[in-house]
T-cell receptor, first 115, second 117 residues
Framework: AQSVTQLGSHVSVSEGALVLLRCNYSSSVPPYLFWYVQYPNQGLQLLLKYTSAATLVKGINGFEAEFKKSETSFHLTKPSAHMSDAAEYFCAVSAANTGFQKLVFGTGTRLLVSP | GAVVSQHPSRVICKSGTSVKIECRSLDFQATTMFWYRQFPKKSLMLMATSNEGSKATYEQGVEKDKFLINHASLTLSTLTVTSAHPEDSSFYIC?????????????FGPGTRLLVL
């Protein structure tokens, strides 16, 4: 079985500051990992994904994440926050035993960006 | 990119009535669609997986007679909440898989907010 833990239900940063959203996973088999963003009353948009290739993954809107097996982590970062980054962010995991189709989501982290 | 739509975007209904939510893949044929439920300030929980032309596979704890899923074509899946009650109020999101892209890829719809009075 797979699970995801996102530390911090809310993260507040100033515009231009570093964004760090934490995600730790648990999986009995090698995982695929994802970060999605959700704007109010909208569905999910994929930011980036790790699929066992490069451990440092670059995504859209300047976000990137690094897969660290030893730490079972997949933290999301962005060097400089923009006001438009304010949204809910979800980390998710899937695994080969479900054909990588069944996504298990974390509880989400709301990113707040102040001027 | 691939687009998934949902209709309606929001619906209000009376307790005891049934509500149908549609999920459509607009520019690809989706062999598999997924239905999620999102409670306020909570994560998304997978309710069921539907494959075109076959019965949906429900996750543990999801009542299949309560949440009827029909995937009648390669571009349409429907979720019917039968005899809705206020506790069914939630944000329902579908996603779809295009068999021509990597299997881990899901395209999400914009969601349907259901309020049962």
């Amino acid at each position: 079985a797979q699970s995801v833990t996102q530390l911090g239900s809310h993260v507040s940063v100033s515009e231009g500051a570093l964004v760090l959203l934490r995600c730790n996973y648990s999986s009995s088999v090698p995982p695929y990992l994802f970060w999605y963003v959700q704007y109010p009353n909208q569905g999910l948009q994929l930011l980036l994904k790790y699929t066992s290739a490069a451990t440092l993954v670059k995504g859209i809107n300047g976000f990137e994440a690094e897969f660290k097996k030893s730490e079972t982590s997949f933290h999301l970062t962005k060097p400089s926050a923009h006001m438009s980054d304010a949204a809910e962010y979800f980390c998710a995991v899937s695994a080969a035993n479900t054909g990588f189709q069944k996504l298990v989501f974390g509880t989400g982290t709301r990113l707040l960006v102040s001027p | 990119g691939a687009v998934v739509s949902q209709h309606p975007s929001r619906v209000i209904c009376k307790s005891g009535t049934s509500v149908k939510i549609e999920c459509r893949s607009l520019d690809f044929q989706a062999t598999t669609m997924f239905w999620y439920r999102q409670f306020p300030k909570k994560s998304l929980m997978l309710m069921a997986t539907s494959n075109e032309g076959s019965k949906a596979t429900y996750e543990q704890g999801v009542e299949k007679d309560k949440f009827l899923i029909n995937h009648a074509s390669l571009t349409l899946s429907t979720l019917t909440v039968t005899s809705a009650h206020p506790e069914d109020s939630s944000f329902y999101i579908c996603s779809a898989r295009d068999p021509h892209v990597p299997q881990e890829t899901q395209y999400f719809g914009p969601g349907t907010r259901l309020l049962v009075l």
